[in-house]
């Protein structure tokens, strides 16, 4: 364990050399930051010895807790073969043996596993395939060189994986550089843009959907959507079958369809895939965050035997690839991650913290600035407003949500918002003792920052 005054040395460092994502670096400087030194379990543990649950898994990405045995011990074992070797004109076993795993569980018909190290690249490489597939298949139609992409979408940062997102927020700065896509407004059932209420609405927003496809389906090469669930966008939840909507709206018109399970793939929605839900057969699928257990970078870009077979043969290679393609250590690690899901029936005990989730979370209503409480699986975004009858947001320079996740870190929980949406997504792995602990103190959070802010 380190000194307090190491911890402070730290810290100095850091601001003087780093640059942090999605951070404003001149609020970073001003304020104390936690250096995280090790972990354990559900805990992250700071370099003066502090111990905080980790509500997001750190990013989205822990499933079965920090250090856990059969992964880290499956990494060591890959060392004493190899670190890395290139995939580009070589093969190896962890690669082989991981695509064979991820093929067999993957929803449809998806035959084809393609690695890069993040999501967005994932992403940008499904684009990429579905540009290139419609140049090659049997009836080409090389005129199909746009995206349907549904607004306040997140698919990444890369400047593909951008431009078919609808987060303004993340794409102004950078318009230049992106490539035209179609959109329609998606289902944000507390703020609906048509003010209809659901489920009386019948979900009249897909007309939107339909008329959008419909009307540029010569061009399209495909729809993109996250299923489910748009998560960064702050936890939108669809209604119950608009995922399925979509989806045979595109199969309807002839068009590929890409899920981005990145975010809710590997037990966050409650099964593997979120897909398996409504029983979508997804053309490509990008997956990335959970695939390694939260340990290495690895993602990849499932996709059809159709697909496939239209790039083979002279000048129809697909010309993409990265340095640490299938890197064997994040393919060890997937494929342990992959046996703990199994040996543990992760998602037959996630059932039960599902549940309690849903029962505890009821009684956040109460609080007077909880706006909505959206929740599918184990992903739960908590709406902060200021006015509940009119859903007036506080406004941006409150910092409400910022405020909350102070107050709980002070209470030993680490949490971050989407501007004043509160995220919770702890690891799958979280017992019960720790995830009433973890509801415990997000509550007290909100209460104490409600009374600031009202009185």
Not at 91 to 111: K, S, W
């Amino acid at each position: 364990m380190a000194s307090h005054s190491e911890s402070i040395r730290w810290q100095n460092l850091d601001k003087s050399v780093l640059w942090h994502p999605f951070t404003q670096q001149s609020d970073w400087e001003a304020e104390t930051q936690l250096v995280i030194e090790r972990a354990d379990g559900c805990y992250l543990i700071d370099s003066d010895n502090n111990p905080y649950l980790d509500g997001v898994s750190s990013l989205w990405v822990n499933i079965h807790g920090h250090r856990h045995p059969t992964i880290d011990q499956a990494i060591r074992e890959q060392l004493e073969r190899v670190a890395h070797t290139t995939f580009l004109g070589l093969t190896h076993p962890p690669g082989i043996e991981l695509a064979q795993r991820l093929v067999d569980l993957a929803p449809g018909r998806l035959q084809r596993v393609f690695y890069s190290d993040t999501g967005a690249a994932a992403v940008e490489i499904a684009l990429k395939m579905a540009i290139q597939y419609w140049q090659q298949c049997p009836s080409p139609q090389p005129q199909r060189t746009k995206f349907f992409a549904l607004h306040s979408a997140y698919h990444g940062d890369t400047v593909g994986a951008m431009s078919v997102g609808g987060i303004e927020m993340y794409r102004h700065s950078y318009l230049s550089l992106l490539f035209p896509h179609v959109e329609a407004r998606s289902a944000y059932c507390y703020r609906c843009h048509l003010q209809k209420t659901y489920p009386s609405c019948r979900m009249a927003c897909l007309e939107e959907v339909e008329r959008v496809i419909s009307t540029h389906a010569h061009e399209l090469a495909a729809v993109i959507m996250e299923p489910l669930v748009q998560a960064a966008a702050g936890i939108y939840v669809y209604p119950k079958g608009y995922t399925r909507a979509v989806w045979e709206i595109a199969k309807r018109h002839g068009l590929l369809f890409i899920a981005d399970e990145v975010a809710t793939g590997f037990g966050r929605t409650g099964k593997m895939f979120a897909c398996e839900h409504e029983g979508i057969e997804p053309d490509l699928m990008a997956i990335g965050k959970g695939l390694t257990g939260g340990y290495l970078p690895l993602a990849a870009t499932l996709t059809t035997e159709e697909v496939y077979r239209a790039f083979l043969g002279p000048g129809r290679t697909f010309y993409h690839g990265h340095t640490y393609t299938g890197n064997p250590l994040a393919c060890a690690a997937a494929l342990a991650n992959l046996k703990v899901f199994e040996q543990e029936e992760t998602l037959q005990r996630l059932e039960l913290r599902i549940a309690l989730m849903e029962e505890w979370l009821r009684s956040f209503r109460a609080l007077p600035i909880v706006g909505d409480i959206r929740q599918c699986g184990f992903m739960v975004g908590i709406e902060l407003v200021r006015d509940r009858k009119t859903k007036t947001p506080f406004p941006p320079e409150q910092r409400v949500a910022v405020r909350v996740i102070k107050e709980a870190r002070k209470r030993g929980l680490i949490l971050r918002p989407l501007g004043d949406v509160l995220v919770i997504m702890p690891p799958l792995a979280i017992s019960h003792p720790e995830l009433v602990r973890l509801l415990d103190i997000t509550y007290a959070a909100i209460e104490k920052v409600a009374e600031e802010v009202l009185s």
